[in-house]
């Protein structure tokens, strides 16, 4: 089946295909100089092994690569070529790099030197173990100074680093299978990646607590050296199970619960937009509408007289998130904040408060910012907004809640985000994302246990980067970390990735998700200057109506033998109970769903699932009901 990309990806340039490397049992696939996917006897063994550059404000060069070598054969391959990175005032970055394996090792060497001195946050391997099957296993730690230590993967997501000071460490990959990664050149450390939602463990060059950026100097080779070692006594050859005949397999599961209401984030920069927009708005009917207020960006009475207009054409509930200054007392400015919703006759259903400062992230090894103490911010929100529920946590993403855990006492409710693309903006990396899910909201339940909770907006473009003075433009439409567009967001692969995002948060038990804006670049609708006609609707938006009008029924879970390509569920409203199933990858893909009783498949009993698709089946009876 042949696609145009621009509907896949909204636009034509497209994640050239990787290169398959072979040893034996062994294998990975090289794909822009680095290694993903690496697999033994069929099962991964590690994400990825990438020779990474950062910026001063952790952003990710794309290098450009020159003299690639590629040599094959049945048990060796070999792989040689020469990066540079362009950096600021001229500067130059240029690593030589050969990659070796064979049927049980992996070599991947670099050096670096920079013939002017560069500017760099980090410059090294990161290597990622996956979460799925490997969360909570036994792990053993070789330290830089040679001790030895059995531990285990974190379960829970850990907020700081589970394990410093590396020089290697070995897991099982399957019995009778272990593999150890053994790391050289420099001091390595681990970071718990799903808090980010990426879905693995990053273990990463130079500790977070020493200074950055840092220079490296001029003419200094920096040289490193990753190398995985599989050390097998199976003897045996693992044949990959749950799929049969080809197809991915859906069997209905045993967890059910209610689907959450659904949220629209409205900004003031778009909040025009918005009213024009309204009859679509209706259209869509969210459960709840989420204003976003910033007095430090600006953001005054006017806006709240904007959000009253918009809130009065809505039916459902509101919700103002607030990023409280905190430059005087928060009894101050949350009184302040009061005095202007008054006068634009704006009264929310809720507020959402946290201070502007916990937006940005405190790494290992720094200082939090000043701030005043939470408590007495969420007093002084009750006493400012009377008879409003008021909630807190992170306006930023999962990482800063789980590092500066909120006293939830006085709040109604718990919230915070995720982005997809703060590390890599790959395609496969976007949607593994979707895996880390799960592991996150288990945590926050850790953490929090059944206080009312809600997630968003989290959307594939950055509204605000936590880690750096900026997110990144991206004026060419490209795949950016950290960039405020996304040109996915505009096609196929937003929707699938957000119902996606949906499923995979199902467990939660969410009061409201938010997924998207309605106007502008996180929108359900294309603003002007966009590559979608102005007002055109985006196939995000089937997607979130979908949703909204599911807020309340009742689902069941769907269990894929392949969750990484497909996913589904089953939910019951007032027209009947339907099988709902998404496509996350670039390929067709065919499903046996027969087990949940649909109808609308072929003569096999199967179903072919277009590339990044959506499929919404009546039931034959009510899955529901069994």
């Known amino acids: 089946m042949t696609i145009d990309a621009f509907k896949l990806y909204g636009t034509h340039l497209v994640d050239p295909p990787p290169v398959r490397l072979r040893a034996g049992k062994l294998e990975a696939d090289l794909a822009n100089g680095n290694l993903r996917t690496i697999r033994y006897d069929g099962t991964e063994v590690l994400r990825a092994i990438s020779y990474l550059v950062r910026d001063r404000d952790w952003g990710t060069y794309s290098p450009d690569i020159a003299d690639l070598r590629i040599e094959q054969s049945d048990d060796r391959f070999e792989v040689a070529y020469l990066a540079r990175c362009e950096g600021p005032d001229d500067t130059k970055l240029i690593i030589d790099v050969r990659i070796v394996g064979s049927p049980d090792r992996l070599d991947f060497e670099a050096e670096a030197i920079a013939p002017t001195g560069f500017e760099t946050n980090r410059c090294g391997f990161c290597i990622l173990h996956p979460i799925v099957i490997v969360a909570g296993s036994p792990a053993t730690v070789e330290h ?21 000071e590396m020089r290697a460490i070995t897991h099982a990959v399957m019995p009778g299978v272990q593999a150890e990664c053994r790391m050289e050149g420099d001091t390595f450390e681990m970071e718990d990646q799903r808090n980010w939602s990426d879905a693995s463990y990053k273990t990463y060059v130079r500790p977070l607590a020493l200074r950055w950026p840092y220079q490296i100097a001029a003419n200094q080779p920096v040289r490193q050296k990753t190398s995985l070692v599989i050390r097998d006594i199976s003897g045996s050859t693992r044949h990959p199970s749950g799929v049969s005949g080809g197809a991915i397999k859906l069997e209905l599961g045993g967890r059910t619960g209610t689907m959450p209401d659904i949220g629209v984030i409205i900004t003031p920069e778009e909040a025009d937009a918005s009213l024009s927009a309204k009859s679509v708005l209706s259209e869509i009917a969210p459960q709840e509408l989420l204003f976003h207020f910033d007095p430090g960006a600006g953001h005054d009475v006017e806006a709240l007289r904007r959000f009253a207009a918009i809130a009065a054409a809505h039916r459902g509930r509101s919700m103002l998130e607030i990023a409280l200054p905190s430059r005087s007392s928060p009894s101050s400015e949350a009184a302040e904040i009061a005095r202007q919703m008054r006068l634009a006759e704006f009264r929310p259903d809720a507020i959402m408060i946290s201070p502007s400062v916990d937006r940005q992230s405190t790494p290992p090894g720094s200082k939090w910012p000043d701030c005043p103490p939470l408590d007495e911010v969420y007093a002084a929100a009750h006493a400012a907004f009377p008879g409003i529920r008021i909630g807190g946590g992170m306006l930023s993403y999962f990482t800063e809640l789980n590092r500066k855990r909120v006293p939830d006492g006085q709040l109604d409710f718990v919230s915070h985000c995720t982005n997809p693309i703060v590390h890599a903006a790959d395609d496969l990396s976007v949607m593994q994302t979707l895996e880390a899910l799960p592991f996150i909201t288990r945590s926050v339940r850790a953490i929090y246990g059944d206080k009312p909770y809600r ?3 989290s959307t594939i473009p950055m509204r605000q980067n936590p880690y750096g003075s900026r997110t990144m433009d991206n004026p060419a439409g490209g795949r950016i970390p950290m960039a405020n ?48 006609e102005q007002g ?17 029924a009742t689902w069941r879970e769907c269990v894929s033998s392949s969750p990484s390509e497909v996913l589904s569920f089953v939910a019951r409203d007032a027209t009947g109970a339907r099988l709902y199933i998404v496509n996350l990858t670039s390929e067709e893909r065919k499903v046996d769903c027969g087990a949940c009783g649909p109808t609308g498949k072929d003569s096999s009993g199967d179903l072919l699932l277009a590339p990044l698709a959506v499929a919404v089946l009546p039931l034959e009876h009510d899955a529901l009901a069994d």
């Open 144 to 164: 830089v100074d040679g001790q030895i230590v059995a531990t285990r993967f974190p379960d829970v997501i850990e907020p700081w680093q589970p394990f410093k």
């Open 485 to 532: 567009r996304d040109p996915r967001h505009n096609a196929r692969f937003g929707q699938a990735f957000a119902l996606g995002y949906a499923i995979r948060v199902l467990g939660a038990d969410l009061e409201c998700l938010t997924l998207s804006a309605l106007s502008g670049p996180f929108g359900l609708i294309a603003g002007s200057g966009e590559p979608t």
């Open 455 to 457: 997630i968003g907006p």
């Open 536 to 552: 055109g609707r985006r196939p995000l938006f089937d997607t979130v109506r979908t949703l909204c009008q599911l807020a309340g």
